[in-house]
Every structure is written in structure tokens, then in C-alpha cells.
């Protein structure tokens, strides 16, 4: 009985299809999704302007008035009325550390402490209740928050921290502060000599004071217990729900571990990736993926891979980006080239190895003669292998020499940058660097003047994942500081459409994926968001409160503020 009750509705199932097929033979299918009575921003010349949207499947098939899109309506579309708000593609971050960002999530906060009392107080607290054997880590302190600033040293916390291990990173990630027992696990000594592009900071006596500059933090993370699979999967789950609550639709991580994009493709697997994800490992690792013969952007529309990441210089605030001229106020600190550039050959070589396998190369790189360095580097690979569509990118591109702007535009060069930085480093970048250096510091106005390609993203956990907060920082540069009302060098200030155009189509670029993604066209993949108020039509300063009511990846909801839903 039960077998013959099966059969029977098979075929009713399968005489239903026949006439839904009948049907559709002679009508276009209906959507499964319309937003309607939206004001939409495609961020696509041919149709700026709409105020519907249809999805069918994962993919836009409809963008119009709410008329056009109507036709696309059937018994079964589900239809969100947008009650006149902005609808934007979703957001692509150009430069995230999604897994670090996650762990943040959960990390100490050190980052608003205002002073050194603040900071030591939060880690003797957090100590407390640190299960034995855990490390305190993250933090992202800012001594320049604090009066009097001063860089702290390892007697601030030890007497709070005797049993728990601690190295608190600062919030550039160049630097970090251990405590005594973290140095001790690590075998740092004041016999220990400072490695390649890395520096153990030292008291008069020549003992470590704690703090570790770049390649010196290497020490303490060979000592660190990795995490865990499955708390990987738990830090890259609230990563997901963080980055759906704020419109985040697609991320680049740099620096992914191989053990990072396993996780992502066990979500991929369960269907619970609801962010798009590029993943680009260290260029350290370029044999691994130069064997695989994969290229670039290799992959599927939820994860791709096939970029490295490669590191040129430090970081402004730890003194440690590489420039022409010395830092003011530090001697002839003039910052420090990588240890992946020493020697410069080193990185030419894995540079050349990467492009004849066609990877992309994603590079870090801040100081001015760390840009003109890896530019020349890129020069030499075109030279080499001839031209041809591989979209170099520089990240940060912070601070430029006047001669390299043309040159980035000729060599084609995307310029994959952070705003938010912008209104952060603008506190103390002039008293760093100067006026003349700091006048081409985030020159993004000068950069689309002369055709380069701008990508936007945040590099979280450094800074906020949340888009606004890099959407105001483009378009107002006012400081964190709140001395520059009216912008920091306001002559590089963008349009909200040329920011919202480099945090989509530009990332999308960066990563390509303009055909697929990037804008609200018939076609792409259906991600966008709904937001609670229209930045182009409010006040510059009022857009890094707006919030999100809506993100939609791949024709689903994965985010609603009004399902309270995080
Ligand atoms: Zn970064």
C-alpha cells in the first residue's frame, strides 16, 4: 500500500511540472522575489535610477519601475514593499580579516580605553575570568587615545595577569604588548636578537619591555595554541551574522589560512555561507596554490580563491611603513621593509612564480618607497610575462610619492584602500610625516583623477566591518577627533555615489567579479540591501548613523531588522 500511494503522487507531482512547464513555454517564469517601491541606486550607467527589483533563483532578472517589475509577479512571489527607502547592491569588502574579525567579536576591547590605568584595569578584569591555559589576546589598544600616550610595557599588567598569558594586539596589527609570562612561553630574552623586519622594543637596561613590532610578534605566535575547527566554525558564523547585519554581501579576506577556507567550505557545503568570499592565503604558500594550475578567482559564486597576499612594510603608527625620508621625530626611523623583502629578489621571484601561474597578487603596502618598491616589482613581472588582465592590487596605498600616481594608473594597479583609516591615521599622520607627505595620504581624488581603480574595504578586525562608517569617512573626512569638521584635506573628499561605486563595482573589480556582481543589473547575482535612510540625500555627517533594514544574498533574506534577526 504505502509503495502505490508513493507512485501516485509522483505522478501527480510530475503531471503538476508538466503543465507549470506548459505555462512557461508560453509566459516568462514569475519571481520568486520583488522589491517594490524602492528609491534604487544600481550603481549601473545604463539604468542608475529604479524603483523595483525581480529575483529568480539567486540571480536579478528584473529592475525597473514598480510597473516593469510587476509583470515578473506570480501566486508564490514573495514581495517586500521598501516603503520608499535606498536600496544599494550589497557591500563587497575589499579587505577583511573575517576570522580575526570574528574572534574580536569575543576578544577583550581595548580600543576605547583612555588610559593606561583604563587598559591595565580591563586585562586584570578579563584575567579573572580566563579559563586556565587561555591566552588573552586582540584588544586593539591605542596609546594615542591616552594622556600622557605612551607606548605601554609589560610591569603595567604583570602584576594583574601572574597565571594567564596576554599579548593584546595595537589596533594597526603591527605591534602587540605581552606580559611577562607570555614573553617567558615565548623564550624572549634580552639575549634574544631582534629577527628580519622586526624589532623586540627595550628598556635602557636592554631588557624587552614587551612590546613586539612585526616579525617580532612571530615569536609569540608559535607559542599560541591554534584554534580549534570547531571554534573556527563559531568565530566565522558570527563573522557571517555581524557582516549580514550590516550589508556586508561579499568579503576578501586576506591572509586566509588553509585552515580558514576549509571552514568556509564546510558552510558552503551546509548552505550557511551568507557572505560571498574571496580568500587569498600568504604569498609564502605560492607553491601550493602555483601547483593546483587554478588562477585567479578560481571557484564558485560563494568562494573563490586563487589571490595571495603579499606584505612590503609595516604600518604608520608603529613607524614601521617604509619611506624616502625618516619619520618626524624619530631619528632616522625611516620604517622597515618586510621580512618577505628581504631581499627585495625574494618577493620578485615569488611575485614571477604567482603570475605565470596566473594568481592575482594582493600586496600591503603603506610607506611611500614600500608603494614605489612593489610597483617597480609589478613592472618588472609585466616586463617579463607581457600584458595582460591580471589586476595587481596594492592594499592600503596610504601614503603616495607624488611620481607614483601616474605610474600606478599605467601598470594598471587597483588601489584597494580603507577610508575609515583615513579619519583615523588623520589624527597624527601630519605629525608623523609632515604637511608636503600627508597632502598625498589617502589621496583618493588624486588616484581617480589620474584612472586608477579604487576598491573599498575596512581591514577588519582593524577597523569597524560597518560600510557607513567607510561610506562617511570617504565623503566627509572629518577625523575621529572631530578637529577636522571639514575634512582632512578635503580637496580628496568623494561623492557618496563615487564611494558607494568603489565599495561594489570597484571591489567587485578587484576581485573579478563586475560581470557577476557589483551593481542591481538583469543578470548578476541578486545581493543588496535596504537601508533606513538615504545617504544622498541626507547630511554628510548623519551617514555613519544610518543602518540596515534589509541585506539580500543570492535572492535570500539574511538579514531583517524588523525580525530582529542578528
Ligand atoms: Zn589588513
Not at 584595569?121 to 586582540?138: F, L, S
Request: hydrophobic share 40%.
Amino acid at each position: 500500500m504505502p509503495n502505490k500511494l508513493c507512485a501516485c503522487v509522483v505522478r501527480i507531482g510530475f503531471s503538476l511540472w508538466l503543465l507549470a512547464a506548459g505555462v512557461l513555454a508560453q509566459s516568462k517564469p514569475a519571481a520568486d522575489l520583488i522589491i517594490t517601491d524602492a528609491k534604487i541606486w544600481t550603481v549601473d550607467k545604463a539604468l542608475p535610477n529604479a524603483q523595483a527589483v525581480a529575483v529568480l533563483g539567486d540571480r536579478i532578472v528584473g529592475v525597473g519601475s514598480n510597473a516593469d517589475v510587476d509583470a515578473w509577479r506570480g501566486p508564490n512571489t514573495r514581495v517586500i514593499d521598501a516603503k520608499g527607502k535606498l536600496l544599494l547592491p550589497g557591500f563587497n569588502d575589499a579587505h577583511v580579516h573575517f576570522v580575526s574579525g570574528g574572534m574580536q567579536l569575543t576578544n577583550i576591547q581595548l580600543n576605547d580605553a583612555t588610559s593606561a590605568e583604563e587598559f591595565a584595569r580591563r586585562i586584570g578584569e578579563r584575567a579573572k575570568i580566563t579559563p586556565k591555559g587561555e591566552w588573552i589576546q586582540g584588544g586593539n589598544w591605542d596609546e594615542t587615545k591616552w594622556t600622557p600616550p605612551n607606548m605601554p610595557t609589560r610591569e603595567l599588567i604583570d602584576a594583574l595577569t601572574p597565571y594567564t598569558p596576554v599579548f593584546v594586539s595595537r589596533y594597526d596589527g603591527h605591534m602587540g604588548l605581552a606580559n611577562s609570562l607570555a614573553l617567558k612561553l615565548a623564550g624572549i630574552t634580552a639575549r634574544t636578537p631582534d629577527p628580519p623586519g622586526g624589532t623586540i622594543v627595550r628598556d635602557a637596561q636592554g631588557n624587552p619591555t614587551g612590546a613586539l613590532k612585526d616579525a617580532a610578534t612571530d615569536y609569540i605566535d608559535k607559542v599560541i595554541p591554534p584554534l580549534s575547527h570547531d571554534q573556527r566554525v563559531n568565530i566565522v558564523q558570527r563573522a557571517l551574522a555581524h557582516a549580514a547585519s550590516l550589508g556586508v554581501t561579499s568579503v576578501q579576506h586576506m591572509v586566509a589560512s588553509y585552515e580558514d577556507i576549509a571552514v568556509y567550505s564546510e558552510l558552503l557545503q551546509r548552505g550557511e555561507l551568507t557572505a560571498r568570499i574571496y580568500a587569498a592565503p600568504l604569498i609564502t604558500h605560492v607553491d601550493d596554490q602555483a601547483k593546483l594550475g587554478i588562477g585567479h578567482a578560481f571557484g564558485g559564486p560563494y568562494l573563490r580563491i586563487g589571490a595571495l597576499k603579499a606584505f612590503a612594510d609595516g604600518s604608520l603608527g608603529s613607524g614601521t611603513a617604509y619611506f624616502y625620508e625618516p619619520f618626524l621625530n624619530q631619528g632616522n626611523n625611516r620604517g622597515l621593509l618586510s621580512d618577505e623583502m628581504q631581499p627585495i629578489s625574494l618577493m620578485r621571484d615569488r611575485y614571477m612564480q604567482a603570475d605565470a601561474a596566473g594568481l592575482q597578487i594582493c600586496t600591503h603596502a603603506i610607506g611611500d618607497e614600500g608603494i614605489s618598491t612593489i610597483l617597480d616589482l609589478y613592472a618588472d613581472v609585466i616586463k617579463a610575462h607581457g600584458e595582460s588582465d591580471r589586476r595587481f592590487r596594492i592594499e592600503h596605498a596610504q601614503h603616495m610619492a607624488a611620481k607614483d600616481f601616474e605610474r600606478f594608473a599605467q601598470l594598471h594597479v587597483i588601489a584597494s584602500v580603507q577610508p575609515y583609516h583615513a579619519i583615523d591615521d588623520g589624527r597624527f599622520a601630519e605629525s608623523h610625516i609632515g604637511h608636503d607627505r600627508a597632502s598625498r595620504t589617502y589621496a583618493f581624488r588624486t588616484f581617480l583623477d589620474h584612472g586608477v581603480r579604487l576598491a573599498f574595504g575596512t581591514d577588519w578586525e582593524v577597523a569597524p566591518l560597518n560600510p557607513m562608517l567607510g561610506l562617511y569617512a570617504a565623503v566627509t573626512r572629518a577625523t575621529l577627533d572631530g578637529k577636522n569638521p571639514n575634512g582632512w584635506f578635503p580637496e580628496q573628499k568623494l561623492t557618496v555615489a563615487e564611494s558607494v561605486e568603489a565599495y561594489t563595482m570597484g571591489s567587485a573589480y578587484a576581485e573579478f567579479q563586475e560581470k557577476e556582481k557589483g551593481s542591481i543589473t538583469a543578470g548578476k547575482l541578486a545581493d543588496m540591501v535596504l537601508l533606513s535612510d538615504d545617504i544622498f540625500s541626507i547630511a554628510p555627517e548623519k551617514i555613519r548613523d544610518v543602518t540596515v533594514l534589509k541585506t539580500v544574498v543570492g535572492g535570500r533574506l539574511v538579514f531583517d531588522a524588523s525580525a530582529g534577526s542578528k
